[in-house]
């Protein structure tokens, strides 16, 4: 795992994601604002609604669990997902196959996360809330995948794929 969860509390825990999923949101609103009209800002403007509702199924849980009306502050803040820092990076990326790497290591740290608090919840409706939630992120990953392969086909063979990339809005550099 790419974070240290060790001697975290898990109200601490849960805190980070439902803050990681507010950060991701808005990492890929950020990406899709700098996009083109197409098939890949569409992927990650659905990207930032996913994210969204995952924040409030994770609050729901963290209310539900902790019993409170308010998600407090966690002691320890853990980049799990595409945070702030994250956004900053965009800077200095350019090109898009740079950004979908960044955004498929976010959803696998994402897909890691829930799998640990799916291992660490009784049974029930809240352990499979985060089997759920560890397929989602993990289905976010692959999408990104399937894009970061056709950007990579993009790469050797621009030729081969100029009149595509322009139906579907594919560019290259970010």
């Known amino acids: 795992m790419e974070f240290d969860l060790e001697g975290m509390d898990f109200e601490d825990i849960i805190a980070n994601a439902v803050l990681s999923e507010e950060d991701s949101s808005a990492f890929y609103s950020e990406i899709a604002k ?5 098939i890949t800002k569409n992927k990650f403007l659905f990207l930032s609604e996913q994210e969204k509702s995952h924040k409030k199924i994770v609050e729901s849980i963290y209310f539900e669990i902790f019993e409170k009306k ?3 502050k966690p002691g320890k803040r853990i980049e799990i997902e595409c945070s ?6 965009l800077n200095d990326v ?3 196959i740079e950004v979908v790497e960044i955004a498929m ?6 897909e890691l996360l829930y799998k640990y608090l799916r291992k660490n919840s009784k049974e029930g409706y ?7 939630l560890e397929q989602m992120e ?9 894009e970061y392969n056709y950007l990579n086909g993009v790469k050797k063979d621009p030729e081969k794929y100029k009149d595509t990339n322009s139906i579907l809005g594919i560019l290259f550099k970010f």
């Not at 809240?126 to 759920?132: E, L």
């Open 34 to 38: 700098r996009l083109p009209d197409g």
């Open 70 to 72: 308010e998600i407090k």
């Open 84 to 89: 702030k820092s994250m956004l900053k990076k």
């Open 94 to 96: 350019s090109t898009l």
């Open 105 to 110: 290591g976010c959803e696998r740290r994402a």
């Open 126 to 132: 809240i352990k499979n809330t985060f089997r759920y």
């Open 138 to 146: 993990h289905g976010h990953y692959v999408s990104l995948k399937t």
